[in-house]
């Protein structure tokens, strides 16, 4: 598990107070029983957001400390109960089930044991207390639960991406051996014999050799550029999916609509660094938390749009914008705006420009 808990809704779990407050108006007290009641709430405000900042490990020390203010200040206000159930909540979210759950039951026992020693009438202040308590103890036991599932989730996902980075790394050496192994060794033969054509006075031979030579490495170093450029980038589905990925990590919720296409290495490589860059503003500048990632054919073109629902204030061309019309254009391609619910960005890309490219270095990156 994460070394503390997520707090987003810290806040929001603190509306359980207004049943510590009830008692002290419902109830003829003297002011003092009120004051102190309320001076209370200042250290449990301290140990429940250190609860939060705690490591697991330390979680019992917030924990004893709200459980310790909720018995001191029961004989004055049987309010209480609602410090009772915060307790019961860390509890249970810091806890394995077992001990949780024989803990809870010993909060409730003291509940029943501070009723009979205070003089509460009837059994209203145990039962109350001990369902909340069992019932928000329970419900920080599925907390911990849901969280130690995301934190596999997380630990799955990172050793996936290992793995798939050792083979890419194993892919690559394997690919470079192919590529160069052969080639290094007629550079090495090649040059070794005309070294020797050149020392027995054979200068034609030597020369003929050493063109040979250079003509070898020329083509070694083709085939390495056609095999790095390969290496640049996942292709159009993976590099959405990439981006899909970092938007949603970024808190938006992702949808992906239509087939993606195939496209020629240099459209392939242009529209992937557009769509790079239209997913970056709507990370920086979108105020929404909804993105649509959209490809269509419209016959002569491909249609392919990033919208998000952000409130759009102002609609202006930065250097990002200007980059991707300078991208867009050697292929015949054009970029919208739309302003309306939100921010639409729309490229409408020629298909005769998507698709044309020199077969065979698409043939030999593919080899």
């Known amino acids: 598990m994460s070394k503390t808990f997520d707090n987003k809704w810290s806040w929001v779990y603190l509306f359980n107070l207004i049943f510590y407050l009830i008692p002290l108006w419902a109830i003829e007290l003297p002011w003092w029983q ?43 206000n049987p309010g209480s109960i609602a410090l009772f159930t915060f307790a019961g909540y860390f509890i249970g ?60 989730e997380a630990q799955s996902r990172e050793e996936i991406a290992q793995l798939a980075q050792m083979v890419e790394r194993e892919r690559i050496a394997r690919d470079l051996h192919d590529i160069m192994g052969h080639s290094l060794s007629s550079i090495a033969l090649k040059a070794d014999l005309a070294l020797a054509l050149s020392k027995a006075g054979q200068t ?48 938006f919720q992702v949808s992906l609509e239509g087939e993606v296409p195939k496209l020629a290495a240099r459209a392939e490589s242009a529209i992937i660094l557009v769509l790079t860059e239209l997913c970056t503003n709507v990370l920086r500048h979108s105020k929404g938390d909804v993105c649509r990632i959209s490809f269509a054919d419209e016959g002569t073109h491909w249609r392919i749009e990033v919208s998000d629902n952000g409130l759009v204030q102002h609609l202006g061309a930065g250097n990002g914008l200007t980059g991707v019309r300078e991208r867009l254009q050697p292929l015949s391609a054009h970029l919208e705006l739309d302003a309306g619910a939100g921010l639409t960005a729309r490229i409408r890309l020629p298909k005769h420009e998507a698709t044309a490219t020199v077969a065979s270095a698409v043939q030999g990156t593919a080899e």
């Open 204 to 251: 034609d031979a030597a020369q003929q050799q050493l063109t040979e030579l250079a003509q070898i490495a020329r083509e070694s170093l083709s085939q390495v550029r056609q095999t790095v450029s390969g290496y640049k980038h996942k292709g159009l589905l993976g590099e959405i999916t990439t981006l899909a990925q970092r938007l949603r990590d970024g808190g």
């Open 34 to 76: 009120r004051a102190i009641a309320l001076l209370v709430l200042i250290p449990f405000l301290f140990c429940y957001f250190w609860g939060y900042r705690a490591a697991p490990q330390q979680l019992w020390q917030p924990t004893l400390c709200i459980y310790l203010l909720a018995v001191a200040i029961s004989p004055l």
């Open 93 to 152: 979210m810091g806890y394995p089930a077992k001990r949780a759950i024989f803990t809870l039951l010993g909060v409730c026992a003291s509940i029943l044991l501070l009723n009979e020693l205070i003089g509460y009438k009837g059994p209203y202040f145990f039962v109350y207390g001990s369902v909340l308590v069992l019932g928000v103890g329970g419900f920080g036991m599925l907390d911990r639960h849901r969280r130690q599932l995301q934190h596999q």
